[in-house]
């Protein structure tokens, strides 16, 4: 839904988010804390393989490595590189390309490169064209004709067909997983290039507030629920299971509320289960091996930790946090630039940090 859709993912995409972009300073504690990037733009998808930190940066359009204070870019495209991960063994890498053309998925391995034609599939399946968003049966006839002449979209619809990767992971067998926020689900993407469903995420329920309802121009429309589109932005691998972030549209900057979810999906299934959820601006999410997670709140001043019992702390302070991922004792966080883009120029960096968790 493009007025009360994601207010987040849209705006990464475009930029209209800004805020200089804050993080532990290297010199405060260099024996834990660390800056391994501090002219970065987007660093949407942050993955750590044999001691090499992989950062894919959306608004340069390049997968980067580093270790040791060096830096190689490994993949560049003129469109937006949004994801990037790579196999175990460090053989293989897959990153998403996206632009006014297309999306796709780049697999690069022992066997050679193919590209997987993430659009294609949308088109042709649009696998969440079945799933109804908006306002549930029986809401009054007023309010949907409230909400349509305040906001100028249908106030009931189904899936679009729309496309945007957001996060890879690799899956084990030869095959990857994508994140596709503008489809609302998670993709297989074989070692052939070969492009399947493995899941459609759930509608995201909301009741409206008589606050937020006035604050939208919809006063008729307090008490109802809204469903709104999930909108993954991340998917990780642990112990067989993938736990995938959602940015559940709608204004999570403070309108209606911290709604951002973390779920944890069968890879052969498909099958959900909302594992956490009131985070504000959920933008990515990394599991420890004792099964901790941690997730980058876009609107919520950092990373927060969320241990197996449930109990929740600040991991990590810092401004408008997106790519990150969770290796031995660190944490590798990635942060928003401040861009103006009317001369498209940066006002201020985003970095890569690495942080002592």
């Known amino acids: 839904m493009r007025t009360l859709r994601t ?17 532990p300073s290297a010199a405060d504690s260099p024996n834990w804390n660390r800056t391994l990037d501090d002219m970065a733009l987007a660093p949407f998808q942050i993955v750590v393989n044999h001691q090499w930190v992989y950062v894919a940066d959306g608004f340069y359009g390049t997968v980067t490595r580093h270790k040791g204070g060096t830096s190689q870019v490994v993949a560049q495209a003129q469109g937006e590189i949004a994801a990037v991960d790579v196999s175990p063994d460090g053989r293989s890498m897959a990153y998403t390309v996206a632009d006014e053309t297309g999306t796709w998925l780049h697999i690069s391995g022992p066997g050679g490169d193919v590209v997987a ?86 509608v995201q329920p909301h009741v409206l507030t008589s606050e937020q309802a006035d604050a939208f121009g919809i006063p008729g429309c307090a008490g109802e629920t809204y469903r709104f589109e999930p909108v993954p932005t991340d998917v990780q691998t642990h112990r067989g299971m993938l736990y995938v972030s959602t940015l559940p549209g709608g204004d999570e900057a403070g309108a209606l509320g911290a709604r951002g979810s973390v779920y944890a999906l069968s890879a052969s299934t498909g099958a959900s289960t909302q594992v956490a959820t009131g985070f504000g601006g959920a933008t990515n999410v990394a599991v420890a091996p004792d099964g901790t997670m941690y997730v980058s709140e876009f609107f919520g001043g950092g990373v927060t930790e969320v241990r197996p019992n449930g109990e929740r ?11 990150l991922d969770v ?10 630039a401040e861009i103006d883009f009317e001369t498209f120029t940066p006002l201020s960096y985003g970095s890569v940090v690495r942080i002592k968790r």
């Open 313 to 323: 702390r600040l991991a990590a302070a810092l401004m408008t946090p997106i790519g």
């Open 117 to 202: 034609d993430l659009l294609s599939h949308e088109v042709g399946a649009n696998p969440d064209a079945g799933v109804e968003y908006g306002f549930v049966a029986g809401t009054p006839t007023a309010c949907l004709e409230e909400f349509e002449a305040a906001l100028g979209f249908p106030a009931v619809y189904t899936g679009v067909v729309d496309s945007h990767p957001y996060a890879v992971a690799w899956l084990g067998d030869g095959s990857w997983a994508v994140a596709d926020a503008g489809g609302n689900d998670i993709l297989r993407v074989g070692p052939d290039g070969s492009v399947s469903t493995l899941a459609v995420l759930p």
């Open 7 to 23: 207010l987040v993912v849209s705006a990464l995409s475009a930029g209209a988010l800004v805020g200089a972009a804050a993080a």
């Open 327 to 336: 290796q031995g004792a660190y944490l590798y966080a990635g942060t928003l």
